[in-house]
C-alpha cells in the first residue's frame, strides 16, 4: 500500500510560481510512474506530468499547453517527488493531485484511471 499526501497548494497571483510536493509516505516511489493531475470545477480530472518509471526510461513527459512552464522532478530517496508551476495562470486554478503507480504501461501514462494511489489533492488559486 502506498500512502501520497500533496503540500505546497495555496492562492498565487497570476505569473508568480509555487512548487507542490507529493511525498510517500515510509517508502519509496523507485519504480513507480510518479505523476501529477489536476481537477477544476466541472471538469474531469486532467493529465498535468509524469515521470515514466525506470524500466520506461524515467522520461518526463507533459500536457502540451503546459511545457516550459511546469516541471515535474523527484529527490535522491525518489519518496518525493515535486512540480514546480512557473507563469501561473487564472486557467491553472485547480486542485492537484499526485498519484503513482508500479505496474502502468507506457500508453497509459497520461490516463488517471491506470493509477492506483492517490493524494488526497492540494488546491491551487491563480488570481487575475
Known amino acids: 500500500q502506498v500512502q501520497l499526501v500533496e503540500s505546497g497548494g495555496g492562492l498565487v497571483q497570476a505569473g508568480g510560481s509555487l512548487r507542490l510536493s507529493c511525498t510517500a509516505s515510509g517508502r519509496t516511489l523507485r519504480g513507480f510512474a510518479m505523476a501529477w493531475f489536476r481537477q477544476s470545477p466541472g471538469k474531469e480530472r486532467e493529465f498535468v506530468a509524469v515521470?515514466?518509471?525506470?524500466?520506461?526510461?524515467?522520461?518526463?513527459y507533459y500536457e502540451d499547453s503546459l511545457k516550459g512552464r511546469f516541471t515535474v522532478s523527484t529527490d535522491n530517496t525518489k519518496s518525493t517527488f515535486f512540480l514546480q508551476m512557473n507563469d501561473l495562470k487564472a486557467d491553472d486554478t485547480a486542485v492537484y493531485y499526485c498519484?503513482?503507480?508500479?505496474?502502468?504501461?507506457?500508453?497509459?501514462?497520461?490516463?488517471?484511471?491506470?493509477?492506483?494511489?492517490w493524494g488526497p489533492g492540494t488546491q491551487v488559486t491563480v488570481s487575475s
Open positions: 498519484a503513482c503507480d508500479s505496474r502502468i504501461i507506457l500508453s497509459s501514462l497520461r490516463l488517471p484511471d491506470e493509477y492506483d494511489y
Open positions: 515521470i515514466a518509471p525506470p524500466r520506461h526510461g524515467s522520461r518526463t
